[in-house]
């Protein structure tokens, strides 16, 4: 009988960052209410320091779809997904669209109810990043972040903001909604940057 075999088969268990178990299905993680969707005065809004400031009705925004992405999910409470097909659009090509100045180094997504979240325009310009409307070719559920959510893979899941309205370009970095709640300002699950006080003097410099 063998007692201590690996937990998972060596290729799952690369892709499984230190710290983080696999789940199956799909947990539902957030603070607060689920809003309602409204298709008529729903906008997505691109602002801050960019030459072409724009919003976007949602039939705008889907005619704009990039190929999907395939990407892993890491909440910093431990469990991971894999393999999670998204439907969106590339956060680049909204950024290319707006012309990004050279000033803008940090991306606040804006979400329903007031929740944010940051990050550098460096990771946001990720190939792997999107807005993201569908997840295995059916429309989000509205837990999940219907109509919009950003994907941002390589982070931990609490920067993939969910109910997006607006992406706003700044030249300082701003703690999101839990980054001010003692969560790691880059949330790298590879390294384990769980929570702020594991951050250098100056991580809010650094992409
Ligand atoms: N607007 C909003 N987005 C959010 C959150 C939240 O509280 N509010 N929680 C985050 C966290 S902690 C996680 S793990 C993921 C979970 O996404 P899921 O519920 O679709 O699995 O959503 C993120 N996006
Ligand atoms: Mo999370």
Redesign the pocket.
Known sequence: MKLFGPKYPEEVASRVPPGQRLVKG???????PIPTFDGVSWDLEVSGLVENPYTLAYAELNALRTPDVTAD?H???GWTTLDNDWEGVRFRTLAEKAGVKPEAKWVIAH???G?T?NLSVEAMMDDDVLVAWANRGEPLAP???FPL?LVVPKR????????LRGLEFVDHNKRG??EVRGYHIHADPWVEERYSYQEGPRAELEP
């Open positions: 799909w947990p539902v993680l957030h603070y607060g999910m909440c910093v409470t979400c329903e109810y929740y979240s837990e999940h972040g959510r931990y899941a609490w920067k993939s903001a969910k109910w909604f839990w």
